[in-house]
């Protein structure tokens, strides 16, 4: 059974920091990662999708990685603000369609 | 506007009373899921749905149930509710099947509350 996770729990660091969240998973056999922004009492925002066959995806100041040997992936923010303060989960999609989230990042960035 | 939109977001209810919280995409997405999200627990995944018809089981899927009349709905029925079942759920849509590789959109969440 897939098993998704997400270490440190939670992080705090200065504005203009380069940072990288991580998330680990025990399948390998996982069809996508997928990245989400969860902002206090509010819904989840995608952020990126990487593919199994992909290695990495770009959006903006942000950067995630793939590498299923090894059951990792990292999103790696650059130049972080106080904007970028929130929840950040992952969650691997796996063969049987289910979806399996980590419990998530809570970052901080300070003023 | 693309949305998945979920009623009531917040519900307040006693102990074996049925309910039913709905979920409506207008994205003509096949994939729907449900999720509860519990402190120190996370995200876990109740039910999805492939397409019309097509409905299975997640990580979590005791005291729920689920229909898939029609495309753009997925209602979450909880037929005789239970104080354990208090939590945060939340309906997200994708274009496919996640082995499909497609984002899932979701909606801003249902505060649920069983007394």
């Known amino acids: 059974k897939q098993e998704v996770t997400q270490i440190p729990a939670a992080l705090s660091v200065p504005e203009g920091e380069n940072l990288v969240l991580n998330c680990s998973f025990t399948?390998?056999?996982?069809?996508?990662l997928q990245w989400f922004r969860q902002d206090p009492g509010k819904g989840l925002t995608s952020l990126l999708l990487i593919q199994s066959s992909q290695r990495e995806q770009t959006s903006g100041r942000l950067n995630a990685s793939l590498d299923k040997s090894s059951g990792r992936s990292t999103l790696y923010i650059a130049a972080s603000q106080p904007g970028d303060s929130a929840t950040y989960l992952c969650?691997?999609?796996?063969?049987?369609?289910?979806?399996?989230f980590g419990k998530g990042t809570r970052l901080h960035i300070l003023p | 506007e693309a949305q998945v939109t979920q009623n009531p977001r917040y519900l307040i209810t006693v102990t074996g009373k049925k309910l039913t919280v709905t979920c409506s995409q207008n994205m003509n997405h096949e994939y729907m899921s449900w999720y509860r999200q519990d402190p120190g627990l996370g995200l876990r995944q109740i039910y999805y749905s492939m397409n019309v018809e097509v409905t299975d089981k997640g990580d979590v899927p005791e005291g729920y149930k689920v229909s898939r009349k029609e495309k753009r709905n997925f209602p979450l029925i909880l037929e005789s509710p239970s104080p354990n079942q208090t939590s945060l759920y939340f309906c997200?849509?994708?274009?496919?099947?996640?082995?499909?590789?497609?984002?899932?959109?979701f909606g801003d969440g249902t505060r649920l509350s069983i007394l």
């Open positions: 997200a849509s994708s274009g496919a099947g996640w082995g499909a590789n497609q984002p899932q959109h």
């Open positions: 399948d390998s056999a996982i069809y996508n």
């Open positions: 969650a691997g999609g796996n063969r049987d369609d289910k979806i399996i």
